[in-house]
């Protein structure tokens, strides 16, 4: 390189320097305007120098294809938002990509953190950016370059962010409107509880693969958004320790999240045999976690390692060598007590021994291999057999069990309870051992299962989509098809969830009139809307549109007035039938008081529930154990009365305690004759006794007391004498 050459090159190195320190020590990465989120730039990890722009990949055939259209918000036309087209890569997104093997679920579906984690670190999987524009003071935009195909438009300005998804190349009059968007922030500790700077906090849009990421300041905290409605996955991680996942609906305006980040532990250990070392063994165990096998050769010490492995998993290692075995299960959450004291390591000796595996195939008497034939391997202890090891046959009818110590072992086959069966007992020397079997087949058990009969035409079908105030789909809502009157259903005819375009298709039993209801019910946003359809036999189309949503707030307090803290509050529509996936409601605090975010509906109520405590008198007796919230309603005030019991102890003349017996019809059994009966209102509480048979008594078995009761105020008998005399 000469001289000038190597000039240039310092000054991009010391730039990229002071850019990389400045984004690290950043509270928050943010776009040009200010708002963190469609961020082109990236936020690292201190791993590797991220890239500083996404770059448009090169694409073959016709890209002359454009979508236009205009962003729109609250005041109108939006000027200067950035628009960005979007598409899901075949095979490479993480929408699309598995989470395991021989799993249905996609990365961001399922439990393994560890597995998304290292996509994300990769910079894998993320739905690429195949066009930018900037609206103009109109509104409009134009995405050009563009080839045949649906893409997702992403929009964002100080006015708010929006999304559309599937919009076709070639569109024109795309509207794009801007809502306020939803703002995540949270708190990531250690399993010490010390604040975790510097984590790499990642969102990623479920049903498009986007990102959108943040590091946490020096207290552990991050702010990230506003992100455009939707479901997401939000990972944080941090070099050094595991990563944690969670899934969330962005909906409200504020989502407030933590997370605790682990250790990674460690298992170390020596292979021996007869008291020697043993280099060159395998010892492997499976990580569910990161679903896949690891596996470590011994060194010339006979000693093995493993590293990362998650505190909360349970690991069976197996080593083996020349034919010999060794296994042994690792539990860290069995050794040191809670969570933030488990073990950081754990040492263990693997003594090998002379082992036995059985392989064979099934076969019908055709000589044909049976596919998924049941194979149990037990091993004999004492007079029974003991299930040790056990699977599936595969496409060829091969089966392989074990290891298990040798001795006298029993296979049994079957085609899982459906035809015939067999067994093999016998003593089984160390080794691999094969053993066949020959299956015998009905005609019913090969022959294909007819299909039924049609015996009438499609069902009544209702279709059509959710979307929020401002007209933009909502993915991910319940919706539910039940009957008319507006009373509490029962079990609904059909339930289904929105797409990611807020659509969604109900089945009716019959022709007539139905309500179909939609619900987005979730920490503290509640939103519901229902309409009356009239089926026919050519169905129905309606759209269902959540109002704007309000805050709702109030205190829950006792008879006396005083605030509970720890009550848990809920709003649902008085129809009821509303499923929930998550947790949905608020939980009061030291004050009493709750907060809902969003709230929208019409017949409202709020539900309060708190351990020891339960609705008044009043409200039992006019059957309503919720509070109504009425229209216009922004400030509700619960009260809550404290459960107040009848107690004692019933016993015989001796003072023996009679440890069976019915009071007011409910059979009762309690080793000192104790009873317990709740107190609903202020009165006369009529007590009765019923003994059975095996208690011997004299005169009646059957026993009456009246006790004055007043409501919150508990009643002791004592020890209660039954008398019947």
């Known amino acids: 390189m000469n001289r000038r050459g190597w000039k ?19 509270p928050e990465a943010t776009s040009p305007d200010g708002q963190g989120s469609f961020r082109d730039s990236r936020v690292g990890t201190g791993l590797h120098l991220p890239a500083l722009s996404q770059s448009v990949p090169t694409a073959s055939g016709d890209m002359s294809l454009s979508i236009r259209g205009r962003v729109t918000g609250a005041r109108g036309p939006v000027a200067g938002a950035r628009v960005l087209a979007s598409a899901v890569v075949a095979g490479e997104s993480l929408s699309e990509l598995p989470c395991g093997q021989d799993v249905e679920e996609s990365v961001l579906e ?52 929006g999304m559309l998804h599937d919009v076709s190349a070639g569109s024109e009059g795309v509207e794009l409107v801007l809502g306020e968007g939803v703002r995540v922030s949270g708190l990531v500790n250690d399993e010490d509880r010390a604040p975790v700077a510097g984590a790499l906090i990642t969102a990623v849009f479920i049903t498009h693969s986007r990102y959108f990421e943040t590091v946490t300041d020096v207290t552990g905290r991050f702010h990230l958004g506003p992100l455009p409605r939707g479901e997401y996955v939000l990972l944080a991680s941090k070099e050094g320790l595991l990563s944690a996942h969670l899934r969330f609906t962005g909906y409200a305006r504020e989502v407030e999240r933590k997370f605790l980040l682990y250790r990674p532990r460690r298992v170390s250990g020596q292979v021996m045999l007869e008291g020697a070392p043993v280099a060159g063994a395998s010892v492997k165990t499976w990580s569910h976690e990161e679903g896949s096998e690891l596996e470590v050769l011994t060194d010339a010490a006979g000693r093995f390692s493993f590293e990362g492995l998650s505190p ?28 933030r004291f488990l073990a950081d390591r754990t040492e263990l000796t693997l003594e090998l021994l002379p082992m036995v595996e059985v392989t064979g195939v099934v076969r019908d008497e055709a000589g044909r291999p049976i596919e998924r034939a049941v194979v149990d391997l037990r091993v004999k202890e004492g007079e029974d057999f003991l299930s040790v090891s056990g699977g599936w046959t595969d ?4 089966y392989l069990l074990g290891p298990v110590r040798p001795g006298t072992l029993r296979l049994d086959v079957s085609l899982g309870g459906l035809g015939s069966s067999k067994s093999h007992e016998a003593v ?6 094969t053993v066949d079997f020959v299956l015998q087949l009905e005609d019913s058990e090969i022959e294909e299962e007819a299909e039924p009969e049609d015996t009438g035409g499609p069902l009544p079908t209702v279709v059509g989509e959710v979307v929020d105030e401002l007209g933009v789909p909502v993915p991910g809502a319940t919706v539910l ?26 089945e ?34 309606v759209q269902l549109r959540f109002e704007q949503g309000q805050v709702l707030s109030g205190v829950v307090v006792d008879t006396r007035g005083k605030p509970l803290e720890g009550a848990w509050v809920e709003v649902h529509s008085v129809l009821g039938g509303e499923p929930s996936r998550r947790p949905a409601g608020v939980q009061t605090g030291l004050d009493g008081r709750f907060t809902f975010q969003s709230v929208s509906g019409g017949q409202l109520e709020l539900v309060v529930t708190r351990p020891g405590y339960g609705p008044s008198c009043a409200e039992r007796e006019a059957a309503r154990s919720t509070l109504l919230v009425k229209p216009g309603d922004r400030e509700l005030r619960a009260v809550l009365v404290r459960k107040a019991f009848v107690r004692g102890r019933l016993v015989q003349k001796d003072g023996s305690p009679i440890t069976a017996f019915a009071l007011s019809g409910r059979g009762t059994y309690d080793e000192e004759g104790r009873f317990s009966v709740p107190i609903r209102c202020s009165g ?32 002791d008998l004592g020890a209660l004498v039954f008398d019947a005399e």
């Open 8 to 26: 240039w090159g310092a000054v991009v190195g010391v730039l990229g320097l002071v850019l990389w320190f400045a984004l690290l020590s950043a």
């Open 110 to 161: 399922c439990s393994r953190a560890g597995r998304l984690a290292g996509f994300v670190a990769r910079r894998e999987g993320e739905a690429p950016v195949l066009a930018r524009a900037t609206s103009e003071a109109d509104g409009s935009f134009s995405l050009e370059g563009l080839k045949a195909g649906r893409y997702a438009l992403w929009a964002e300005s100080s006015e708010g962010t």
């Open 312 to 339: 909360f998993e349970s690991y069976e290692l197996i080593a083996t060598r020349d034919g010999l075995w060794a296994n042994t299960r690792v539990d860290f959450e069995t050794q040191g007590g809670p969570p």
């Open 395 to 398: 496409a060829e009818g091969r």
């Open 428 to 433: 089984f020397p160390a080794g691999t051992s």
């Open 481 to 506: 098809l039940g009957r008319e009157k507006s009373y509490r259903w029962g079990e609904p005819f059909d339930a289904v969830l929105t797409d990611t375009s807020g659509h969604f298709s109900l």
């Open 508 to 541: 009716a039993p019959t022709e007539g009139r139905y309500r179909v209801m939609a619900a987005l019910i979730q920490d503290d946003v509640s939103h519901t809307v229902s309409r009356v359809v009239e089926l026919g036999s050519e169905g129905a189309r």
């Open 684 to 715: 006369t509480l009529e007590l009765e006794w019923r003994l059975p048979k095996g208690v011997k008594v004299p005169g009646s078995r059957r026993m009456q007391r009246s006790v004055a009761v007043q409501e919150e105020v508990d009643v």
